[in-house]
């Protein structure tokens, strides 16, 4: 797989906060150096490729999101060396790595903005976008609706306005000045050549204002990310582009080009749908959402997740839709952030293992690349009561004791504290238990991307739903070459019978991947077949029979 091109289409991607993973020298924060320390556990996992969170320096005013210098990392995370020892370590392990690449927008405290805003005449100027009203654009929507109300922030130096589409402490550049683009491609090139297998691009629709737009994917964004990707397979054919555009269906699609832009995209409209498919117990959310999901050309791979570092975001979701998961899903306000919710992934699932291994489950055999959020494969839980979307940030969590094996320092000198929830503290939820434990989350999710691993169907090959009488029952082929599979999944929290029809016409034994059960298809296709509570199977059908 390492020399394959199209790794990406069958890689399984894990996404990992540095400061919260794993503390190197004991100052209370994670590290580049942990990071390392924990490359075998990624490795045993199954992980194929790594995102960093942002790792450059930073005033943090947005974990990172906000850079300072594009081409440092941050003191607290290590130096430029610990980062090529990571990248080598990564790829012994056969493994690769990419970075939050954060083009829209700078630090307020970055050097171009300091100069920008000094001098009129500095070249730097015209580095951001300025304005002596702040009337213009006012179609763009504000997307930190809970702390800014402005696209526009008046600078007292610069004795104008600038545009920004997060927080005010995050300038947007201005990519109508070819200096800016060039900027981004010198980046690239820099940790491309110390060995970055690609990026996860921020915020990508926002490039561009144009007047009477709502300045999200307009043409003119769509031809620089364009540029970006002919600039990579020029020089470093192999490596990835992935797009973090959280829009409508439609609107994602266009970011794929035709093979020509991103090769892959997050499936924004697909999340919160498999959380409505998850409390509905019926399947009728994800089929919905598929059928809406246009074709993508050859080469292209959507990236699937259930949960990240934001809030679980509702922007893209009817009003009707965004109350009823918010009712069902954030009953407390303070469980809402912005338009979505600030939760992971076991509270939202009512910390039920079988109701999260059936999400893992959908998340492993759905068309795409799976993406874990760190912490989420052993079912971590989070804190409401922490800022922003701190309480999703908390430490990982290794050893049964105070400190969570995370950090030998106090706990009370963490970056973040450690959960003190009974369910979810270190003592009775983390890595070393769960490894010794078979029946754990930490294994199951491990023995799913085995067999996902050695099935191509499920990366690369077709899907195709199976009709079913039963709406709680999510049946679907998934066939690649000689391979197939049958996925079946019981929906709901309550026991049911699948009535299959399978359109198949021959009499097989096929085996569950997972579990170890055999079933046998009748001649007159159609299976029969009883499901506990939210249970799933993936059937592999054997070869000779395809
Ligand atoms: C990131 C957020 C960040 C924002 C601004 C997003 O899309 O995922 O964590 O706050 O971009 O950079």
Request: contains cysteine; charged residues 25%.
């Amino acid at each position: 797989m390492f020399d394959d091109k199209s790794w990406y289409k069958e890689a399984v991607f894990y996404e990992l906060y540095v400061r919260a993973y794993k503390d190197g020298n004991n100052d209370g924060q994670g590290d580049l150096r942990g990071v390392i320390q924990k490359l075998d556990y990624l490795q045993e996992l199954g992980i194929d490729c790594i995102w960093l969170l942002p790792i450059f320096p930073s005033p943090l005013k947005d974990d990172g999101y906000d850079i300072n210098d594009y081409y440092g990392i941050l003191p607290d995370y290590g130096s430029l060396e610990d980062f090529r020892d990571l990248v080598s370590g990564v790829h012994a392990r056969e493994m690769r790595i990419i970075l939050d690449l954060v083009i829209n927008h700078t630090s307020i405290q970055h050097p171009w903005f300091q100069k920008a805003r000094l001098d009129r005449n500095s070249p730097y100027r015209n580095y951001y976008v300025w304005s002596d009203s702040n009337t213009k654009y006012a179609k763009a929507r504000i997307i930190f609706i809970d702390s800014e109300k402005s696209n526009w922030t008046w600078d007292e130096v610069a004795k104008q306005y600038y545009w920004h589409r997060f927080y005010s402490s995050q300038p947007d550049l201005n990519y109508d000045n070819p200096e800016v683009r060039a900027e981004i491609l010198k980046i690239m090139q820099y940790w491309l050549d110390i060995g970055v297998d690609g990026f996860r691009v921020d915020a990508v629709p926002y490039l561009f204002e144009r007047e009477d737009t709502n300045c999200e994917n307009l043409p003119e964004t769509h031809a620089f990310l364009k540029e970006m990707r002919r600039f990579i397979e020029k020089n470093y054919p192999g490596r990835i582009l992935l797009c973090e555009a959280n829009q409508l269906p439609r609107d994602i699609r266009g970011y794929f080009g035709d093979g020509d832009e991103f090769q892959m995209a997050f499936h924004f409209p697909l999340m919160p749908r498999l959380f409505m498919a998850l409390k509905q117990g019926s399947f009728q959310p994800i089929e919905e959402v598929l059928e809406k999901t246009l074709p993508i050309p050859e080469g292209c791979q959507w990236c699937i997740f259930l949960r990240n570092h934001d809030e679980l975001t509702l922007e893209m979701v009817s009003v009707e839709e965004r109350e009823w998961m918010w009712h069902h899903y954030a009953p407390e306000s303070r469980m809402r952030l912005n338009l979505g919710i600030r939760r992971r992934l076991a509270p939202l699932l009512d910390n039920n293992q079988q109701k999260i291994e059936l999400a893992y489950s959908l998340l492993f055999t759905l068309p795409g690349s799976p993406v874990l959020y760190y912490g989420d494969e052993i079912g971590l839980g989070d804190n409401i009561w922490l800022d922003d979307r701190d309480g999703l940030r908390t430490p990982m969590q290794w050893e049964p004791v105070a400190g969570a094996g995370f950090s030998e320092i106090q706990p009370g000198k963490f970056f973040n504290p450690i959960l003190d929830n009974l369910d979810y503290r270190p003592e009775r939820l983390c890595v070393s238990i769960q490894i010794k434990d078979e029946n754990s989350l930490l294994n199951r999710v491990r023995r799913m991307i085995k067999v996902r691993k050695k099935h191509p169907e499920l990366g690369s090959g077709d899907f195709r739903w199976v009709s079913s009488d039963n709406p709680s029952v999510a049946a679907y082929w998934r066939t690649f070459g000689d391979h197939k599979m049958l996925v079946v999944q019981n929906l709901s929290a309550l026991a049911t019978a699948a009535h299959l029809s399978i359109g198949e016409t021959i009499p097989i034994v096929a085996e569950d991947l997972i579990w170890g059960k055999s079933i046998f298809f009748q001649n007159d296709q159609i299976v029969d077949l009883d499901l506990t509570p939210f249970q799933y199977f993936w059937f592999e059908i054997p070869f000779h029979l395809n």
